[in-house]
């Protein structure tokens, strides 16, 4: 399932800053399989508003329970860990700060969907992007 990301992708969107203003986000994800196709590789190079965002991000699957899981690294510093599935066409990541859903369409060129983050108790919508396959 994972072979549906690969590939090198358009990325736009808008993100919530601090403040609670939107910012365009733009540029590109690309996924790559390892050597031996367990891992998948994740780059992120986008700019929101003014500032770039560089992240790695390595996505496996634990043959045992089937579930799929992430790790992310960013230029800021940030780590995150996520887990994920996929039920019905509806993919959706679960970290302990972040969580996204999304789905593919146009035969699998476009995914797109909305990423929450959290705050205390509650979820708030964070960011909604597209990804269009090059």
């Known amino acids: 399932m994972l072979n549906a990301f690969v590939g090198r992708w358009r990325t736009s969107g808008r993100v919530k ?8 986000l733009s540029g590109s994800d690309v996924y790559e399989w390892l050597p031996g196709r367990h ?9 929101i508003g003014d500032e770039p965002v560089y992240a790695l991000e390595i996505i496996g699957v634990d043959k045992t329970s089937g579930l799929y899981f992430m790790q992310a690294f960013d230029n800021q510093g940030n ?9 019905s066409g509806i993919w959706r990541f679960r970290g302990a700060a972040l969580r996204f859903r999304g789905s593919f369409s146009n035969e699998g060129r476009t995914l797109s969907g909305d990423w929450e983050q959290r ?3 509650h979820w708030h919508h964070l960011m909604s992007i597209v990804l269009e396959k090059e």
């Open 17 to 24: 800053d601090s403040h609670g203003e939107m910012l365009e």
């Open 39 to 47: 891992f998948l590789e994740h780059r992120v190079n986008v700019r």
């Open 79 to 87: 780590v995150e860990e996520m887990q994920a599935s996929c039920e």
């Open 119 to 121: 705050t205390g108790d």
